[in-house]
């Protein structure tokens, strides 16, 4: 179970992660902190229940209460981890703290692939055909990822595949054009992506882009100085790597494929894949 001070702190690190220096915090919000300073450093204190509803404002004016982000509770519920999966995603369609925003469209899009995996990929948030097909990365983003997958010897549906952001960022007269999430956004959904790992387990994480890297992460820069180690989430080895959509652009080239390619030769050893002499060498110059 996540508790409401998980949600706060992700909050919380991800506004340092940006450079945030001060933040308001209401008295729940205060309280909230208190009791994780109780229960760290006061066995004698006696151990409050923490209130399950508390907001926390980047603002530093306390009267600016439009822009509170409320802080909730995600309950995992069921045996499988299948079912564990299912009951994050009921309970992401009406998640307060995304809600609240006011930035993000209705449409939830969870994830997809199978809940026992020892990959999982982690992409920034749903676009235009995402949401159509309620389905994290169907697009043409989507499309090359399948290949990367294939590439690995991987189908999708051995994979696990979801998002930081569960919901689309919403944009003015927005047809198909999708937009990055902001920090607010991804931190309003990081608990989720925590519960799912702490679900499915895997051996891997692959965090897709920069967007992903900072939202899970907290790491902020060009993904070209991240990739090139082991960072951790929740205890589990994590790897950065471009998105799949940076292959989309007219000038991507081989050399492009080739370094997101060596990010996925790393993740194969990670978990103890085969990697043929021909899978070494794919992508090189010829
Ligand atoms: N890009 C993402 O980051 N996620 C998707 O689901 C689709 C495109």
Redesign the pocket.
């Known amino acids: 179970m996540s508790r409401p001070v998980d949600t706060l702190l992700d909050y919380l690190r991800a506004e340092e992660a940006r450079g945030t220096e001060s933040v308001f915090l209401d008295e729940q919000a205060k309280e909230l902190l208190r009791e994780l300073h109780r229960r760290a450093h006061g066995p004698k204190a006696p151990a409050r229940k923490p209130a399950v509803v508390a907001s926390v404002s980047l603002h530093e004016e306390p009267e600016r209460e439009k822009s509170l982000t409320p802080v909730a509770t995600i309950t995992v519920s069921g045996d499988s981890s299948a079912e564990r999966i299912e009951s994050l995603k009921l309970q992401a369609a009406n998640w307060a703290p995304a809600k609240a925003l006011g930035t993000l469209r209705e449409t939830m899009?969870f994830s997809t692939g199978n809940p026992e995996a020892e990959l999982m990929l982690v992409?920034?948030?749903?676009?235009y055909q995402?949401e159509k097909q309620e389905t994290?990365?169907?697009?043409p983003?989507?499309q090359k990822l399948d290949g990367i997958l294939k590439a690995m010897g991987l189908e999708r549906e051995a994979v696990y595949i979801s998002?930081i952001v569960k919901f689309r960022p919403a944009m003015p007269k927005q047809t198909t054009n999708n937009r990055k999430p902001t920090p607010e956004e991804m931190a309003s959904c990081l608990a989720f992506v925590r519960e799912e790992v702490r679900i499915v387990k895997p051996k891997c994480i692959v965090a897709?882009?920069a967007?992903?890297a900072e939202g899970l992460l907290g790491l902020t820069g060009a993904v070209g100085k991240m990739r090139n180690e082991w960072h951790a989430f929740e205890g589990i080895p994590a790897r950065v790597t471009y998105?799949p959509?940076y292959l989309l652009h007219g000038n991507a080239g081989l050399k492009d494929k080739r370094m997101i390619w060596e990010d996925m030769l790393e993740v194969m050893a990670k978990l103890g894949l085969p990697i043929s002499e021909k899978q070494q060498g794919f992508f090189l110059p010829k």
């Open positions: 899009v992409g920034e948030a749903p676009g995402e994290p990365f169907v697009g983003a989507g998002n897709l882009g967007s992903a998105h959509a």
